[in-house]
């Protein structure tokens, strides 16, 4: 029954997906393909990515204003635990839509590896194409010289860790609160991490990951400059 779900309605329809974009949008680029089909997964869960944006942008803040409550009723736990609480019911986070993204994303992540483990051949294409999806002939892996489905690549790993290493010290460099030592080691061990990890995979993740930051951080630009902050002095 699991391995009908995961074929039948999971699998096969990414696969074919992928294959009508390599077809009819990309010039028979599969690398361009990827990155089509990362965007469009992207906008699908765009209501989930922009209430998750906006989460991340008010639990930003909501460390600056929880930080200044310890230090303002440091002599008195109890009516500092509940003023935390009135901030946090106030901010309204909402962590599922973080989890319903990157849910979507791990899997998506998952197929794709599937995709490359399984292979893109003749036959493979004839046995999973729907009849709505051309027959593409042999497929073309490369993607401006690089190789999809290449693992130990350095480059698009490296690009990945660099993105992440800069992003996380630029929302460091703005972050009113201190920097502590958990901080400083999330800075340099998950983007080598990432690196590490993406380093073993077919190149063709590490593409993958690249589109969906991109994207969320335009996203997040957009909605940053949506986001009213409120009053600092407010209660």
Known sequence: MLGIIWN????RPLFNVLIWLYNNWTGQNLGLAVVYL????????????????????KN??????VEKLEKDFRHDP????EEIRKVAKRRKVHPWAKAVVLGIQLLVLVLLYQVFIRGITGEKLIK????????????NI??????????????WPGIVGLFLL???????RHRKGSITKSDLFYFLLFPAASFFLLWMLPMVKSLFILTSLVFS???????KLGVKKPDAGKK
Do not use: C
């Open 78 to 81: 109890v009516l500092r635990k």
């Open 128 to 139: 999973f194409l729907y009849n709505w999806v051309d027959f593409p002939g042999s497929i």
């Open 60 to 65: 930003a803040e909501l460390e600056v204003e």
């Open 38 to 57: 990362t965007i469009g997964l992207r906008i699908l869960l765009l209501p989930f990515t922009i209430v998750g944006e906006r989460d991340k942008i």
């Open 217 to 223: 951080l335009i996203v997040h630009q957009f909605v």
């Open 166 to 172: 800069a992003e996380i010290y630029l929302g460091y």
């Open 8 to 11: 039948d309605f999971l699998y």
């Open 142 to 155: 490369m993607f401006f010289g690089f190789n999809l489905g290449q693992t130990h690549d350095i480059i």
